[in-house]
């Protein structure tokens, strides 16, 4: 299977899922309304129009980016995270019903007002998911700065004691996270005095025109270090086009590592890898990932970089020292952090895979709902040591 039927398959699945659960959805909030007043009608007209403004401002990002098209990104893109809280309120309140069918249990005053309760439920649910949403949109707003202390003391490194570090991934620049959020994440990158910064993936969100219309790269090129800024491809750069993502970051002082190692200062190597998906999106395998560091001197510490964290053991029995990852935004919404659990094994934060240090990020942008609950968005200052203090017990 190519890579365009590949993407064509992928998202035609994705709209079929989208459609079912907007529709059960709204099924459920219409059975909630009083059949006189004009209220149904009303509802659906809202319901509907919310429902595919996500859809079509992607597709008029493409056709014709506008203010219109932002204003429609932007409501759909709420809607999204409102989509996600009405169907988990659906189905709890289904589940309720059905246990009530089985075992009853409803209060009599439930029982004898069923209409009543369910515009009480409705309105309730209306009331819930803003809060939610607004709450969501303040949190996703307002990184935190993490700082990890890693230890790696047992490699050469030419003389270099320790390395102070940034790590962002999945910043997801574009029509949601634009100049202005931006800014501010490189200001703050910026106070850290890093003396050099990893990019762990996604570093686009997919269309390259909102960034070039917002003239994001020049923001991009305040990030520096003495070392220099390095980033690896993510799934998003492979949606909106892997070789113009390249070229753009580039561009604008990003050194992009794509399957291949390079060695900063002479005292570490550092690894990036092209994102799994791209096999996905442009039919074409990435290296192997032994075969990446087979020239590399193990006598000297290995980062690697992977937006996406999976094969953690065997890049630890390949000898890698640090991984660097992000991609799973911890679910960015909760229950999702649930999901990303049980698919990955470390969701977020730091970890020690077989005698490898690893860090997911749990990222400093958002995909999807400018929405984060459950968790922080994040700028992580990593402190790492590559000699011994004196006076530390072993």
């Known amino acids: 299977m190519n890579g365009k039927m590949a993407f064509v398959i992928f998202f035609s699945v994705v709209l079929t899922v989208y459609a079912l659960v907007n529709y059960y959805i709204y099924t459920r909030g219409l059975q909630a309304l009083p059949a006189q007043g004009g209220l149904k009608p009303v509802y659906a007209f809202a319901f509907w129009t919310l429902a595919a403004t ?17 204003v429609l990104v932007w409501t759909g893109s709420f809607w999204l995270a409102a989509m996600l809280f009405f169907f988990l309120l659906a189905v709890f309140f289904d589940l309720l019903r059905l246990v009530n069918h089985v075992i009853p249990f409803f209060p009599a005053f439930i029982r004898e007002n069923m209409p009543q309760v369910r515009q009480y439920v409705f309105a309730g649910s209306l009331v819930l998911v803003t809060t939610l949403l607004i709450a969501g949109h303040i949190n996703a707003r307002n990184p935190v ?12 490194t030419n003389g270099m004691e320790s390395l102070n570090a940034v790590l962002l991934s999945d910043i997801h620049l574009g029509t949601l996270i634009g100049n202005g959020q931006f800014q501010r994440i490189v200001d703050r990158v910026r106070q850290l005095e890093p003396e050099i910064i990893f990019l762990a993936g996604d570093i686009l969100d997919e269309d390259l025109e909102p960034v070039i219309r917002q003239n994001i790269g020049v923001t991009l090129r305040e990030l520096h270090a ?56 442009t039919g074409r395998k990435r290296k192997p990932l032994a075969n ?49 659990q049980a698919m990955y094994t470390i969701s977020h934060g730091y970890g020690n895979v077989d005698g490898m240090h690893a860090y997911v990020s749990s990222g400093v942008g958002t995909w999807g709902p400018p929405v984060r609950i459950g968790n922080r968005p994040e700028i992580v200052n990593l402190h790492i040591r590559f000699a011994r203090e004196e006076g530390k017990s072993q």
Do not use: C
Not at 54 to 70: K, Q, W
Not at 300 to 322: C, N, S, T, W
């Open 54 to 70: 996500y859809v079509a401002g992607r597709f008029m990002e493409r056709v014709y980016l506008s203010t219109f098209s932002d």
């Open 145 to 156: 700065v993490r700082n990890v202390s890693i230890d790696l003391w047992h490699k050469e």
């Open 226 to 281: 003495p070392l220099g800024v390095y980033g690896v491809m993510g799934n998003h750069e492979h949606i909106g086009g892997a070789k113009d993502a390249y070229e753009y970051l580039v561009s604008h002082g990003i050194q992009i590592i794509r399957d291949d190692v390079v060695k900063i200062g002479n005292a570490f190597y550092l690894a990036g890898r092209e994102d799994r998906d791209k096999q996905r999106f």
């Open 292 to 340: 990446i560091l087979a020239d590399v001197d193990h006598r000297y510490p290995v980062i690697l970089m992977d937006h996406q964290p999976f094969y953690l053991e065997k890049a630890a029995r390949l000898g890698v020292d640090l991984q660097l990852s992000g991609h799973t935004h911890h679910g960015q919404i909760w229950p999702l952090n649930f999901i990303t």
